[in-house]
């Protein structure tokens, strides 16, 4: 599939749509290979934020952007994109009416949280060697107090869980 010269398109924006960086993209070709296409055309977007989603089979697609600004360029460069197979009248584009910034700032937190996590030593007890603390650091990386040399596990930085009876 290759893609024809944008043009115009007739689909109107809804003036209550807030603008956000997520783009909303509808009147997407049937053949299986347009998605991917329309994938590798978005990449090619300044502040384009892989992957592509999609939904509704294919039909409708979002595409995430690091900001308003260049979302709202890819939109006017990308609306009634015409795919060269395909006689339809265009890629209808409009921002997203759900605002996923917040969703996406949650959602990248808890990756980040979950993948510190498997990374995080986790501290045994000598006793009886069930698991008690997980650390967000090594131990040894951890400061030392001052008069006994002892690890000093400041609990608002370092500890990620305890298992305490």
């Known amino acids: 599939t290759r ?8 689909f109107k924006h809804s003036a209550w749509v807030k603008p956000s960086p997520t ?8 053949p299986d290979n347009a998605l991917a296409t329309l994938e590798a055309t978005l ?4 502040g384009f934020e ?13 595409g995430d952007f690091k900001d308003v600004q260049s979302a ?8 009634g994109l015409q795919f060269d197979d395909w006689s339809g009248e265009g890629l209808r584009i409009s921002y997203d009416k759900d605002d996923n910034t917040e969703k996406r700032a949650k959602k990248a937190e808890q990756e980040a949280f979950e993948k510190a996590s498997r990374l995080c030593p986790r501290l045994l007890c000598n006793i009886c060697g069930t698991f ?3 650390l967000s650091k090594p131990l ?4 030392r107090r001052g ?3 002892s690890h000093v596990i400041d609990e608002a930085r370092y500890l990620v869980e305890l298992r305490a009876k």
Do not use: W
Request: aromatic share 4%; glycine share 8%.
């Open 50 to 62: 892989p992957p592509m989603r999609t939904a509704k089979g294919g039909a409708v697609a979002f």
């Open 140 to 143: 040894e990386k951890l400061p």
């Open 23 to 30: 783009l909303y993209i509808t009147n997407i070709p049937p």
């Open 3 to 10: 893609l024809g010269e944008g043009k115009a398109s007739s």
């Open 43 to 46: 990449q090619q977007q300044d």
């Open 147 to 149: 008069t006994d040399s």
């Open 132 to 134: 008690c603390v997980k």
């Open 72 to 79: 709202t360029n890819a939109m006017h460069k990308l609306s």
